[in-house]
């Protein structure tokens, strides 16, 4: 497994990152967006780096069978310091295991899943075709595949609310930035990404955007407060919209792509 990359940043990712208005926006806009194409509970879920389990938690409390699949043991110590705060009920449906995402099938025993998650995770991988192999295997036939990825076309976005004018004009034709927990990130294409997935067995069925308005006011500076639950309630409410509407959705930093697996 090596060393544990994210020993250092477990703490800012799961307790910060999804404590802001933004990370509690991701959690929902995504959970709508899933629940659109989810099979009825309790079909089984696999989430792959899921970690924290922020995104896949929702789930077994809604009565899906959830299988966590990370390498980091300081993520999945989050994961099972926050699993305890479930209803016994949904702490049940919740299994976790430590592994590489290249070695998912191997992990979860060759099992096949109803729905395969794998959430801001590619754009940590130099090559992230080995993942995608994973969570097209790991799928049933007629099964889905959802993938959240950074949005290439969007890449200039984040330098220029930030008013780093010079990084941004590099940013229209870069893959690659320092990302918000300062460590390298690359980003796809929903196009890109939608071929990959084909060339697998897995027919695309629509795709969203994620941030957008949320995005936009944190890098410029604007203050978000987390703790008004009416004006996050707003905000997610105008984000869940926003990100299956052309022209917001192509301008979401980040993109989230559903398909479904053919038939074996």
């Not at 097209?136 to 930030?162: Q, T």
């Not at 987390?226 to 707003?234: K, R, T």
Request: hydrophobic residues 40%.
């Amino acid at each position: 497994m090596g060393d544990d990359t994210w020993a250092n940043l477990a703490g800012q990712f799961a307790d910060e990152a999804y404590a802001s208005v933004k990370g509690r926006v991701r959690t929902y806009v995504m959970h709508q967006q899933l629940l659109e194409h989810l099979p009825p509970p309790p079909a089984s879920v696999l989430d792959v780096g899921g970690g924290a389990g922020h995104q896949s938690f929702p789930l077994a409390g809604a009565g899906y069978d959830v299988t966590l699949l990370d390498p980091s043991p300081a993520m999945l110590d989050k994961a099972r310091q926050r699993l305890h705060r479930l209803p016994e009920a949904a702490q049940r449906r919740v299994a976790l295991l430590q592994a590489d995402g290249e070695n998912a099938d191997e992990a979860v025993s060759g099992q096949r899943f109803a729905a395969v998650l794998c959430h801001g995770v590619l754009g940590y991988l130099e090559q992230p075709e080995p993942v995608v192999d994973q969570l097209c295997r790991c799928a049933a036939p007629g099964g889905i595949v959802s993938i959240m990825a950074g949005n290439a076309d969007a890449s200039a976005v984040r330098p220029a609310l930030e008013r780093r004018w010079d990084d941004a004009l590099a940013a229209f034709d870069a893959r690659t930035e320092i990302g918000v927990l300062g460590v390298p990130t690359r980003a796809d294409t929903v196009e890109e990404l939608s071929a990959t997935l084909r060339n697998r067995g897995v027919e695309p069925l629509d795709w969203y955007g994620v941030w957008l308005f949320v995005d936009w006011l944190d890098f410029s500076g604007a203050e978000l407060d987390p703790d008004d639950s009416e004006q996050v309630a707003a905000a997610a409410a105008v984000e869940l919209e926003a990100a299956r509407r052309d022209p917001y959705r192509r301008l979401s930093r980040v993109f989230h792509l559903v398909g479904r697996k053919g038939p074996s």
